[in-house]
């Protein structure tokens, strides 16, 4: 079982910058590939990063990608999303996920189907 805890959301302007953090309790942290998804108001949820669980590996939307970036420190049982030029399209709640525990170093996942755990969203809202 993982339990997840996002923080670092807020209401910034335009051009902004932020970093979110998710942290994770319980067992194997370092064994689970992360995920980072967005919900905007009147949307689905939808993919935004994911990262393998030793971190080698990252991908990322291509409506975010250059501008966000997702990172892990498994001794800190945390993953985080540092967000720069921040666009009004990019308010939503912002969740991170984690998979079962994988073997694989390299293995990431995109769909929300394929994530087992879910923190209870941070919200970012940019004004223009």
């Known amino acids: 079982q993982v339990q997840l805890v996002e923080s670092g959301g807020g209401l910034v302007q335009a051009g902004g910058s932020l970093r979110l953090s998710c942290a994770a309790s319980g067992r194997a942290f370092s064994m689970n590939p992360m995920g980072w998804f967005r919900q905007a108001p009147g949307k689905e949820r939808a993919f935004v990063a994911a990262?393998?669980?030793?971190?080698?590996?990252?991908y990322y939307a291509g409506s975010v990608k250059g501008r966000f970036t997702i990172s892990r420190d498994n001794a800190k049982n945390t993953v985080y999303l540092q967000i720069n030029s921040l666009k009004p399209e990019d308010t939503a709640v912002y969740y991170c996920a984690a998979t079962l525990s994988v073997s694989s170093s390299y293995y990431y996942a995109t769909r929300d189907d394929d994530y087992r755990y879910w923190g209870q969203g941070t919200q970012v809202t940019v004004s223009s």
């Open positions: 990262v393998s669980k030793s971190g080698i590996t990252t």
